[in-house]
């Protein structure tokens, strides 16, 4: 029954490499979200997409690219990892925006480079 | 950049204790959330408040949305151990799709 999942939970790699982290939300849900929460465990939005369709980038490097191929996916592909990409990625949903609905979110994928 | 500070960043109680902490902004906001995020785990909502002035209880949890939409505060009684976690406030204006996070209030029950 799980309403936001995420996969994988943890992902070690090599600086350099190219790393795809899925998000799947069962909730029917028309918005999703991706944020970033470092060491400090600021968290902070990096993406948002209403019905497949890019609405919040963030500033986020290009490396970072989202792909919605449908409503209840949002996945997030990261080319040439870097050191400081180190930390917990949360994916999230919302029934629409932000201001008038709760945002659930899944269990985080933790992610090192080394 | 949007500043969304939360007071105290930590705190160590014992077990029973009423709990109080804080989130300001500097800009104003239609909506404030309040969040609890257990080690390991994604945030989870636990308060949400709409309207200026707005007082709303969960249980032992009671949060007010500040009357001139620059703050909230967040209270829980008697405090127990599955507490332990790190709150966070956010804030969202209607029609807007973008939720800005507070810095966190880390809550740590003392044995």
């Known amino acids: 029954d799980t309403a936001v999942s995420q996969t994988p939970k943890y992902l070690v790699t090599q600086m350099g490499n190219d790393k795809s982290i899925k998000c799947e939300q069962n909730?029917?849900?028309?918005?999703m979200y991706w944020y970033k929460q470092d060491s400090k465990k600021f968290l902070k939005i990096m993406f948002s997409?209403?019905?497949?369709?890019?609405?919040i980038n963030e500033t986020v490097p290009n490396r970072f690219s989202p792909k919605s191929p449908d409503k209840a996916h949002l996945n997030l592909h990261i080319n040439s990892l870097e050191l400081g990409d180190s930390a917990v990625y949360f994916c999230?949903?919302?029934?629409?925006?932000?201001?008038?609905?709760?945002?659930?979110f899944g269990p985080g994928t933790r992610l090192t480079v080394l | 950049g949007q500043q969304l500070n939360q007071s105290p960043q930590s705190m160590f109680i014992q077990e029973g204790e009423d709990v109080s902490m804080n989130c300001t902004s500097s800009?104003?906001?239609?909506?404030w959330l309040w969040y609890k995020q257990d080690p390991g785990e994604g945030p989870v909502l636990l308060i949400a408040?709409?309207?200026?002035?707005e007082l709303t209880s969960n249980g032992r949890l009671t949060a007010q949305f500040g009357i001139t939409r620059k703050d909230s505060f967040l209270n829980i009684s008697a405090s127990i151990p599955s507490d332990v976690g790190i709150y966070f406030c956010?804030?969202?204006?209607?029609?807007?799709?973008?939720?800005?996070f507070g810095t966190g209030t880390r809550l740590t029950i003392i044995p």
């Open positions: 956010a804030v969202a204006n209607f029609g807007n799709e973008k939720l800005t």
């Open positions: 800009s104003i906001f239609n909506t």
């Open positions: 999230a949903s919302s029934p629409g925006l932000a201001g008038e609905n709760t945002q659930y």
């Open positions: 997409y209403n019905n497949k369709e890019l609405i």
């Open positions: 408040l709409y309207k200026a002035g």
């Open positions: 909730l029917g849900h028309d918005t």
